[in-house]
């Protein structure tokens, strides 16, 4: 493993502090990479304000994707989606905020497979960007997270996506690490 910017596809492991500009510095770079017309991006956010993610991105890289979606996962969501909510960030691309329970990982993954699907059959190249597996583990085993990261991240393979996952190494022992860590193609150390 290694500590530098990843290549055309994969799965990404960023270790880095929860609240640094390493991160979302490094977060950013990972998101950015081609221009914004020819991108879709799937956010998978714990605790996150989705219209706070549209203006972040406004902000730092101006114009938006051509197809965002937000997958809010929060124990205060409804499982379920809220397809197509409106949102009173500078979106100038099609922005859809879904939302998912912390606690039900099963729910979790059925969003994120639609979510995929739908992004997939764009025809453009897609990002993404899991925030966090330290939120993650919050809410469920490292076992459960480990079966659920493999799965995520073989459905990421399979469309050729550019995914990064966000982990703060100071939350976890180094048991936790190194069996998270087994289900990504690399890691990232800003």
């Not at 995914?163 to 087994?182: E, G, M, N, V, Y």
């Amino acid at each position: 493993m290694s500590k530098h910017t990843p290549a055309k596809s994969g799965n990404f492991l960023v270790l880095a502090p929860a609240m640094s500009d390493e991160k979302a510095d490094q977060c950013h770079d990972l998101l950015s990479g081609e221009s914004p017309e020819n991108v879709d991006l799937l956010r998978i956010v714990y605790h996150r304000s989705p219209d706070r993610l549209v203006d972040e991105w406004a902000d730092r890289a101006g114009a938006q994707p051509s197809n965002t979606v937000i997958l809010s996962v929060d124990d205060r969501a409804q499982s379920g989606s809220i397809g197509g909510e409106k949102l009173s960030g500078e979106a100038d691309g099609t922005v859809e905020v879904l939302a998912a329970n912390p606690n039900d990982l099963t729910g979790l993954g059925m969003e994120l497979n639609n979510a995929l699907t739908a992004l997939s059959e764009t025809g453009n190249d897609v990002y993404v960007c899991f925030d966090s597996v330290t939120a993650m583990l919050q809410f469920v085993d490292t076992e459960s997270a480990y079966k659920f990261l493999h799965m995520l991240t073989g459905q990421f393979h399979k469309v050729d996506a550019v995914a990064h996952f966000h982990l703060d190494p100071s939350a976890h022992d180094d048991q936790t690490i190194s069996r998270i860590k087994t289900t990504f193609d690399d890691l990232i150390e800003p």
